[in-house]
T-cell receptor
Framework: DGGITQSPKYLFRKEGQNVTLSCEQN?????MYWYRQDPGQGLRLIYY???????QKGDIAEGYSVSREKKESFPLTVTSAQKNPTAFYLC???????????????FGPGTRLTVT | EDKVVQSPLSLVVHEGDTVTLNCSYE??????LLWYKQEKKAPTFLFML????IEKKSGRLSSILDKKELFSILNITATQTGDSAVYLC?????????????FGSGTQLTVLP
């Protein structure tokens, strides 16, 4: 089965601790993304990566870090510097055409992070 | 300033009703507009619209784009309780990078039996 997996589904952490959210895809997609969703709001882009070993900040990158060592994997670390880390985190991937155009993004099931 | 604005924010209807969801946008180099349905977890892709005036249709759902007036609508006819979800609109801008999906805040649709 092809798709995007995120783990864990629910995550609880104490304030001040770093936590890493997993995102894996076997769709052979080039581009991968991390979004954050807060209640009543749309998705806000944290980081994105077009190719292995390359990634760019999105709109709300402060307090987060990522790596892209393999095409299939794009883990997100929520650091203690993130002021309001409690949120629903969604990972997505898409095919990137040679022209640079973007096909639709496919989303993973999400990780709900609660920091107390 | 919001680049993608959806309305209404929430909507409650009864089964069998027809609903129209709106998405207006303001971007510099428009490439496409996408609609997603989000039930509890991952948004699922519905439509991608790139050309003005051409309706995309899938069953009871349809969508159309007006590039002159910078908006899109999503229509759902004969609504069912399974249509209850948040409907997200996103706009893709032309750029050298792959990042450009800007999402609206969504419309929460509730369909009552």
């Amino acid at each position: 089965d092809g798709g995007i997996t995120q783990s864990p589904k629910y995550l609880f952490r104490k304030e001040g601790q770093n936590v890493t959210l997993s995102c894996e895809q076997n769709l052979n997609h080039d581009a991968m993304y991390w979004y954050r969703q807060d209640p009543g709001q749309g998705l806000r882009l944290i980081y994105y990566s077009q190719i292995v070993n390359d990634f760019q900040k999105g709109d709300i990158a402060e307090g987060y870090s990522v790596s892209r060592e393999k095409k299939e994997s794009f883990p997100l670390t929520v650091t203690s510097a993130q002021k309001n880390p409690t949120a629903f985190y969604l990972c997505a991937s898409s095919i990137k055409m040679p022209s640079g155009s973007l096909y639709e993004q496919y989303f993973g099931p999400g990780t709900r992070l609660t920091v107390t | 300033e919001d680049k993608v604005v959806q309305s209404p924010l929430s909507l409650v209807v009864h089964e069998g009703d027809t609903v129209t969801l709106n998405c207006s946008y303001e971007v510099t180099n428009f490439r496409s507009l996408l609609w997603y349905k989000q039930e509890k977890k991952a948004p699922t892709f519905l439509f991608m619209l790139t050309s003005s005036g051409i309706e995309k249709k899938s069953g009871r759902l349809s969508s159309i784009l007006d590039k002159k007036e910078l908006f899109s609508i999503l229509n759902i006819t004969a609504t069912q309780t399974g249509d209850s979800a948040v409907y997200l609109c996103a706009v893709n801008e032309k750029s050298g990078s792959a990042r450009q999906l800007t999402f609206g805040s969504g419309t929460q649709l509730t369909v009552l039996p």
